[in-house]
């Protein structure tokens, strides 16, 4: 498949989860939320800290995202990438946007052999959709 058709089946779910979600507007986690947010999409933010962001509710791990979650936009760090490739297999997630820089061979290669759509090319959710800086 290639990247415009696996972007294009990403971004036809109707709820998204963004794991590595951040409250400080300067972070790439907050962007990539509002990014939804201003495009009209529904999103949950993943953060095992915080406990809202952006106004949304956000859940701790992707494990307690709820059942209509099927594509996930991932925002940290190769090494947190990696666990969160576990997690998304165990929960039924279909669809994994890895953000530049989030990115780890090992991650896409566990994805990939699980039968995800994963996205992991250096595409940009914020360039895809149009992210506007307030």
């Not at 530049?100 to 090992?106: I, L, M, R, T, Y």
């Amino acid at each position: 498949m290639k990247v415009q058709d696996q972007i294009e089946t990403f971004l036809q779910e109707s709820v998204f989860g963004v794991v590595g979600a951040s409250s400080k507007p300067e972070k790439y986690g907050n962007k990539v939320l509002r990014c939804y947010l201003q495009n009209g999409r529904r999103a949950v933010p993943v953060n095992p800290v915080e406990k809202q962001i952006e106004g949304l509710d956000v859940v701790a791990d992707v494990s307690q995202l709820p059942p209509e979650v099927l594509s996930l936009s991932i925002i940290t760090p190769p090494q947190v990438t990696e666990k969160v490739v576990d997690a998304a297999i165990a929960k039924g997630i279909r669809n994994l946007w890895m953000q530049p820089g989030a990115e780890s061979p090992a991650a896409v290669e566990r994805a990939r052999r699980a039968g995800l759509n994963v996205i992991a090319d250096g595409s940009c959710v914020l360039v895809v959709l149009g992210y506007r800086d307030h």
